[in-house]
């Protein structure tokens, strides 16, 4: 079955402790990007990444860092978590950069820091 | 910077009505994407509809369809024979064509709810 999984699902975790989302596609698509969900802003895109070894940001980087060492694998790394960054996380994927192509999101990842 | 506008936070309809939800957006680019997400208590995105800014006729996916107004830069989404699973947050989004602008811009989102 064609899908993004996103790991962990939830997470609860405390301020500075640095942690990890993983984010896998099984679709070969190239484009992969991580946005965040807040209430009353919708989504934002924080990173995405064209191509393996390909980054940049998004609207909302800071505090955040990517890699794409693979082309199926997108991890989304928080290195010193802040309660800002409390917030429903999605990654999408799809074959290609540009809107004629469908992004596939995984099911959101629901952190909290406290 | 492009912007996408959605003002309705809230909508409601009665079952087997038909409902309309508003986007506008703001672009200077020619040929670009607008998209209508769907978002239900799963939270799980799902693309309900998407349209070509170079195609001038409406995009229908059974009883979905979008009424796209180029010049006035808006892009409403119309629910027919509305049905409970059709409650969710809808979100409208863009997309562009430039190198750059490929990014899905949200809108802050349409909580609809359909009333039995």
């Known amino acids: 079955e064609a899908q993004v999984t996103q790991n962990p699902r939830y997470l609860i975790t405390v301020t500075g402790k640095k942690l990890t989302v993983t984010c896998s596609q099984n679709?070969?698509?190239?484009?992969m990007s991580w946005y965040r969900q807040d209430p009353g802003l919708g989504l934002r895109q924080i990173y995405y990444s064209m191509n393996v070894e390909v980054t940049d940001k998004g609207d909302v980087p800071e505090g955040y860092k990517v890699s794409r060492k693979e082309k199926r694998n997108f991890p989304l790394i928080l290195e010193s978590p802040s309660p800002n960054q409390t917030s429903l996380y999605f990654c999408?994927?799809?074959?290609?950069?540009?809107?004629?192509?469908?992004?596939?999101f995984g099911p959101g990842t629901r952190l909290t820091v406290t | 910077a492009q912007t996408v506008t959605q003002s309705q936070p809230e909508m409601s309809v009665q079952e087997a009505e038909t409902v309309t939800l508003s986007c506008t957006y703001d672009t200077s680019e020619s040929d670009y994407y607008l998209f209508w997400y769907k978002q239900p208590p799963s939270r799980q995105m799902i693309l309900v509809i998407r349209?070509?800014?170079?195609?001038?006729q409406n995009a229908t996916e059974n009883r979905f369809s979008v009424n796209f107004q180029k010049a006035a830069k808006s892009f409403s989404l119309k629910i027919s024979d509305s049905q409970l699973g059709d409650a969710a947050m809808y979100f409208c989004?863009?997309?562009?064509?430039?190198?750059?602008?490929?990014?899905?811009?949200f809108g802050t989102g349409t909580r609809l709810t359909i009333i039995p």
């Open positions: 989004a863009y997309s562009g064509s430039n190198f750059g602008n490929e990014k899905l811009t």
């Open positions: 349209q070509e800014a170079y195609k001038q």
């Open positions: 679709m070969n698509h190239e484009y």
């Open positions: 999408a994927s799809s074959l290609r950069p540009r809107g004629l192509y469908e992004q596939y």
